[in-house]
């Protein structure tokens, strides 16, 4: 059965500072792989998502994700984080089967 | 354009009793998807809807049980409640059809159910 998983529950990092959060999936296709955001206070919403093509994707906020097949990996980075990147982010998984599974999330303090 | 709306915000049951939770999509949308987000665990796939069907639910049991109106707006049931059935519940919306695995998900509000 396909999982998520994301290693980091919590992650502090300080305004400016780089920033990458793991994902890691187990299917052996390529899958089709999302991440989410939720601002506290706010709905869930797409950051980003990768099909096919150039394994680097961008996506809003200066948020990108780089697919590592080899790897099964999907990690999430951003050069210089803002205050306002304080939220929870999960990884998300679909490999076709019309059900996407989420990892448990990781939330994300950044300090001014 | 309106997003996706739930009701109620917040429900409060005691064990043993039952609870609706209900959903519209975004117009347009046929898909609807419900979830649990339960602390600490992520969002659990419930269920999927589209055009009125059930087409795909997660490993929860049958008291757990919905449907779709032909509006495609959703209700999501929940019998014979458990204390570990608190949780906030999400729904979602895409546009739907064959191209549903690659459709983003647009989320609602959620509601938030506590079983006393």
């Known amino acids: 059965a396909q999982s998520v998983t994301q290693p980091d529950i919590h992650i502090t990092v300080s305004e400016g500072a780089s920033l990458e959060l793991r994902c890691n999936y187990s299917?052996?296709?390529?899958?089709?792989l999302f991440w989410y955001v939720q601002y506290p206070g706010q709905h869930l919403q797409l950051l980003l998502k990768y099909f096919s093509g150039d394994p680097l994707v961008k996506g809003i906020k200066g948020f990108e994700a780089e697919f590592i097949k080899s790897k099964f990996s999907f990690n999430l980075r951003k050069p210089s984080v803002q205050w306002s990147d304080t939220a929870e982010y999960f990884c998300?998984?679909?490999?076709?089967?019309?059900?996407?599974?989420f990892g448990a999330g990781t939330r994300l303090f950044v300090k001014a | 354009e309106a997003g996706v709306t739930q009701s109620p915000t917040h429900l409060i049951k005691t064990r043993g009793q039952q609870a609706t939770l209900r959903c519209s999509p975004i117009s347009g949308h046929t898909s609807v998807y419900w979830y649990q987000q339960a602390l600490g665990l992520g969002l659990q796939f419930l269920l999927w809807?589209?055009?009125?069907?059930?087409?795909n639910r997660g490993n929860f049991p049958p008291r757990f049980s919905g449907r779709q109106f032909p509006n495609y707006s959703s209700e999501l049931n929940v019998n014979a409640l458990e204390l570990e059935d608190s949780a906030l519940y999400l729904c979602a919306s895409s546009l739907g059809g064959t191209a549903t695995p690659q459709e983003t998900q647009y989320f609602g509000p959620g509601t938030r159910l506590l079983v006393l």
């Open positions: 998300a998984v679909n490999a076709g089967g019309f059900k996407t599974i």
């Open positions: 809807y589209d055009e009125g069907e059930e087409r």
């Open positions: 299917y052996g296709a390529t899958p089709y």
